[in-house]
T-cell receptor, first 114, second 114 residues
Framework: DVKVTQSSRYLVKRTGEKVFLECVQD?????MFWYRQDPGLGLRLIYF???????EKGDIPEGYSVSREKKERFSLILESASTNQTSMYLC?????????????FGAGTRLSVL | GQQVMQIPQYQHVQEGEDFTTYCNSS?????IQWYKQRPGGHPVFLIQ?????EVKKQKRLTFQFGEAKKNSSLHITATQTTDVGTYFC??????????????FGAGTILRVKS
């Protein structure tokens, strides 16, 4: 089974703090994604990566950055957390091989910014 | 840009009633996928449809892909309380040659009264 692990289920941070959300997958997938999920807004793509050190902006990249130094790990960084970044953050991975496009999600990190 | 619309946004049914959610894409899709997210959980891949007019079944769930490959539906026969959750459809972004970026519908929230 594919396993996508997010470092924290719940996180509480203060406004202005730098926040790191970590995601690790164990299936050697090339592609990794960060989404945020808010009630009524569905899944919105923040950033994705199709290879080590490669990144592409998604639909809502403002206020976020990412890092992919190793294939299995994709980090989401909030440079200076703000209250409007309180949300559920979901990491996903997928492959260009085999069943294309299928994405496997982590359990999510619920971030509260106070 | 490419959009995937999903209706209804929300449905509340009596246990034992049937349920259907519909998905419409603004563009022709190479495939369509369905995911289920239980309350408090994360999206989990259910199925992928590839062929025009394809119909697949998983126990009480029936998935259809339209002839024009622009729409899809998920039908649940005789709903049970275990069917509660949000159902998302998703299709690959046409312009992507790599990266497997998906465009998700906003989801249909299903609640089942016992």
């Amino acid at each position: 089974d594919v396993k996508v692990t997010q470092s924290s289920r719940y996180l509480v941070k203060r406004t202005g703090e730098k926040v790191f959300l970590e995601c690790v997958q164990d299936m050697d997938h090339e592609n990794m994604f960060w989404y945020r999920q808010d009630p009524g807004l569905g899944l919105r793509l923040i950033y994705f990566s199709y290879d080590v050190k490669m990144k592409e902006k998604g639909d809502i990249p403002e206020g976020y950055s990412v890092s992919r130094e190793k294939k299995e790990r994709f980090s989401l960084i909030l440079e200076s957390a703000s209250t409007n970044q309180t949300s559920m953050y979901l990491c996903a991975s997928g492959s260009d091989r085999g069943n294309k496009n299928i994405q496997y999600f982590g359990a999510g990190t619920r971030l509260s910014v106070l | 840009g490419q959009q995937v619309m999903q209706i209804p946004q929300y449905q509340h049914v009596q246990e034992g009633e049937d349920f259907t959610t519909y998905c419409n894409s603004s563009t022709t899709l190479s495939n369509i996928q369905w995911y289920k997210q239980r309350p408090g959980g994360h999206p989990v891949f259910l199925i992928q449809l590839v062929k025009s007019g394809e119909v697949k079944k998983q126990k009480r769930l029936t998935f259809q892909f339209g002839e024009a490959k622009k729409n899809s539906s998920l039908h649940i026969t005789a709903t049970q309380t275990t069917d509660v959750g949000t159902y998302f459809c998703a299709g690959p972004l046409l312009t992507m040659e790599y990266g497997n970026k998906l465009v998700f519908g906003a989801g249909t929230i299903l609640r089942v009264k016992s």
